[in-house]
């Protein structure tokens, strides 16, 4: 089970911290990723974080503003958003998965399990 939280109504250029808190037991080759849907549109790769590793993979467009990070302990990925603008608008959707090459991290079919989302919007 996926648990988010931390989104809410920001301003233009604003920052946000979500959370993604996970129950069970991880797997060495678990995938945690950050999906983001806005109204009308399909959703769409944000970030992704290997467990082990810490390799980290990002959208272009949030590339130098957004950071995924893990905590291992507390068996939690947390996603830092700096300078946010409108288009950043979405529900955002922690997910998991096991068993992906690092190519294909910014795939949804991949990931197995998903969070039940959480809205974040920036209002210009």
């Known amino acids: 089970q996926l648990v988010e939280s931390g989104g809410g109504l920001v301003q233009d250029g604003g920052s946000l911290r979500l959370s993604c808190e996970g129950s069970?037991?991880?797997?060495?080759?678990?995938?945690m990723g950050w999906f983001r849907q806005a109204p009308g549109k399909e959703r769409e790769f944000v970030t992704a974080i290997t467990w082990r590793g810490g390799s980290t993979d990002y959208a272009d467009s949030v590339k130098g503003r957004f950071t995924i990070s893990k905590d291992s302990a507390k068996n939690t990925v947390y996603l830092q958003m700096n300078n946010l603008k409108p288009e950043d608008t979405a529900v955002y959707y922690c997910?998991?998965?096991?068993?992906?090459?690092?190519?294909?991290?910014?795939?949804?079919?991949?990931?197995?399990?998903w969070g039940q989302g959480t809205q974040v919007t920036v209002s210009s």
């Open positions: 997910a998991a998965g096991v068993g992906m090459g690092f190519a294909e991290i910014d795939r949804a079919a991949n990931y197995a399990y």
């Open positions: 069970g037991s991880t797997s060495p080759n678990l995938v």
